[in-house]
């Protein structure tokens, strides 16, 4: 079956930089596009960044580009998701997800806080 499992989230001060992995299983990689979105609580899950099948193509949203970079070894069925410049509003639980725009599988998430 799908599996996606995140790693990566901790406490970070504000300015900080982190990097949040995933690793998929249960399907081959290479054909899904991928993504990671957040849930901030009170608020909706929502896209952070996208990835094509062969890593060729990327998408942002807005709040996020030029601090977050998403990347992917498909050799080592890996997403990762780099993040600098991190703010207090970037707070929340982070997903994989298997999708472009949407995802129709996504792992259990991983906390990201950014607190001084």
């Known amino acids: 079956q799908v599996q996606l499992v995140e790693s990566g989230g901790v406490l970070v001060q504000p300015g900080g930089s982190l990097r949040l992995s995933c690793e998929a299983s249960?399907?081959?990689?290479?054909?899904?596009?991928m993504n990671w979105m957040r849930q901030i609580p009170g608020k909706e899950r929502e896209l952070v960044a996208a990835i094509t099948p062969g890593g060729g193509a990327t998408h942002y949203a807005d709040a996020m580009k030029g601090r977050f970079t998403i990347s992917r070894d498909n050799a080592k069925n890996t997403v990762t998701l780099q993040m600098d410049s991190l703010k207090p509003e970037d707070t929340g639980v982070y997903y994989c997800g298997r999708g472009y725009y949407k995802a129709t599988y996504w792992g259990q998430g991983t906390q990201v806080t950014v607190s001084s």
């Open positions: 249960g399907f081959i990689f290479s054909s899904y596009s």
